[in-house]
């Protein structure tokens, strides 16, 4: 069984409309992040949670924004949708509340989301 | 700032080959080190890691060598099978901080 649920797994919008992407884990741990992937860029972190709290943000714009209504909750809203926000989100969680420390990450499947 | 640095965007074999994928990282002290492995349709998932100097990480056939002399971290596998067709990542983590560095992708296809 998955332990890092990602919901929808793929998603079609419209430019300038707004989506949300779930993610919840049952692993126990209290960091979480989410991530981008995309042709540009393969692998690019977006932010990381700790004990629901916003540890680090690498997204230069204000339309992400990461929603924490549960420890082991992490959702993704965007706003304003552009075509170049195509790509697979993927929520990671980890044991510490660094990416890498002394534990690993644990990713979800991802979200492919597609901006018409 | 560290920056980890994989040199080939894509690798391509025939089954039963030897495996390198070069990883060079820039980083002060002992950063931990780490591979990851990405199936199709799947997220990354950790092969291994360490996190001293002559360390020895291996998982599935795979190792790899942390050497802080050469500032490097290569991956390697001396038979590679069909199934090892993935996307591979070099990351660290510093010893300052939890961020995790990542390099930029291995495209490992395995030719029939």
């Known amino acids: 069984d998955p332990k890092i649920i990602q919901k929808p797994k793929y998603l079609v919008a419209v430019t300038g409309s707004e989506k949300i992407l779930i993610c919840e884990q049952y692993?126990?741990?209290?960091?979480m992040y989410w991530y981008r992937q995309s042709a540009k860029k393969p692998l690019e972190f977006m932010f990381s949670?700790?004990?629901?709290?916003?540890?680090d943000n690498q997204t230069a714009s204000s339309r992400f924004q990461p929603q924490s209504s549960k420890k082991n909750h992490l959702d993704l809203q965007i706003t304003a949708l552009k075509p170049d926000d195509s790509a697979t989100y993927f929520c990671?969680?980890?044991?510490?509340?660094?990416?890498?420390?002394?534990?690993?990450?644990?990713f979800g499947e991802g979200s492919k989301l597609t901006v018409l | 700032g560290d920056s980890v640095t994989q040199t080939e965007g894509q690798v391509a074999l025939s089954e039963e080959d030897f495996l390198t994928i070069h990883c060079n990282y820039s980083?002060?002290?002992?950063?931990?080190l780490f591979w990851y492995v990405q199936y199709p349709g799947e997220g990354p998932q950790l092969l291994f890691r360490a996190s001293r100097d002559k360390e020895k990480g291996s998982s599935r056939g795979f190792e790899a060598t942390y050497d802080k002399g050469t500032t490097s971290f290569h991956l390697r596998k001396a038979s590679v099978q069909e199934s090892d067709s993935a996307v591979y990542y070099c990351a660290l983590s510093p010893d300052s901080n939890y961020q995790l560095i990542w390099g930029s992708g291995t495209k490992l296809i395995i030719k029939p």
């Open positions: 949670y700790s004990y629901q709290k916003l540890m």
């Open positions: 990671a969680s980890s044991h510490s509340s660094g990416q890498g420390g002394t534990g690993q990450l644990y």
């Open positions: 980083a002060s002290g002992y950063p931990t």
């Open positions: 692993l126990g741990h209290n960091a």
